[in-house]
């Protein structure tokens, strides 16, 4: 018997969006498909980091996402004030 928890990934959807939105420019019909394969690639890292970072247990993927998107959402934010 396979058991399913399913719970909310954090600031996935601030972080991806914007960073694709720096990348390839706010064409709507251009970026929806890289917003999807850089929202799974995101998700993907983190997952790989959360079984890596303590080998023997994992570290749930939500938590992991949590941290690195918390750091890169205010580095995006810092950087914005910077240039104005």
Do not use: H, Q
């Amino acid at each position: 018997m396979v058991v399913v928890t399913i719970g909310s990934i954090p600031f996935l959807g601030l972080v991806v969006p914007n960073i694709v939105s720096l990348m390839i420019g706010d064409n709507m019909r251009r970026s929806v498909p890289w917003v999807g394969i850089f929202g799974a690639g995101f998700v993907l890292v983190c997952d790989i980091v959360g079984r890596v970072i303590r080998y023997p247990f994992e570290i749930p993927v939500g938590t992991v996402v949590a941290v690195v998107g918390a750091a890169i959402f205010l580095a995006m934010l810092l950087r914005k004030r910077a240039r104005s």
